[in-house]
Each structure stands twice: as C-alpha cells, then as structure tokens.
C-alpha cells in the first residue's frame, strides 16, 4: 500500500507540488468555467479564492506558463491574464 506522504523539500525542489495544492480536493470543473461572463465570473471568483490560500501557487503558474496550458484556471490566474503574446516569449 502507498500512500501520499506531502515532503516540503519536494515541493520546495519543484517535485510533486500537486500534493500540497489546495485545489486538490475541489472539483475541477471549478478551475474550468465555461465563460468571462455571468455564472462564469462567480465560477472564476471562486477558483481565485481557493488558489489565493494556496501555498505552491507559484509552482502551478510556472507548470501552466512553461506547458503553455490553454484554458482553466491555474496559480489563480485566468487564461487571459497568463497570455503572453508570442513575440515575448523566451
């Protein structure tokens, strides 16, 4: 039997920083909504203040910039205020 044991040295290292996110335990439908408006906006305020509690917020913005993620969620920014125009990539 494993279990997930949280390790801060690996968090700290940059390894198995999911463990210690504090979405773990939400839906993920919640870091997903489906507009910028109405409903959507509650849905995005709501992720916001699970990310803004959570101690590797840093580590999960760093996994969405550097995988180029799309769409949701992810250290409590939204896909509009992570897009970095192409020119100013690396």
């Known amino acids: 039997m494993t279990h997930d044991v949280f390790r801060p040295a690996e968090v700290a290292a940059g390894e198995n920083w999911r463990a210690a996110a504090a979405c773990r335990s939400a839906d ?51 896909e509009r205020e992570r897009y970095v125009p192409p020119a100013r990539w690396n």
Do not use: N
Request: glycine share 12%; with cysteine; hydrophobic share 45%.
């Open 28 to 78: 993920p439908e919640l870091f997903f909504p489906v507009s910028e408006v109405g409903k959507g906006l509650d849905q995005a305020a709501a992720a916001k203040a699970v990310c803004a509690g959570c101690r590797v917020r840093r580590q999960c913005l760093a996994f969405a910039q550097r995988t180029r993620q799309v769409h949701g969620i992810w250290g409590g920014l939204t």
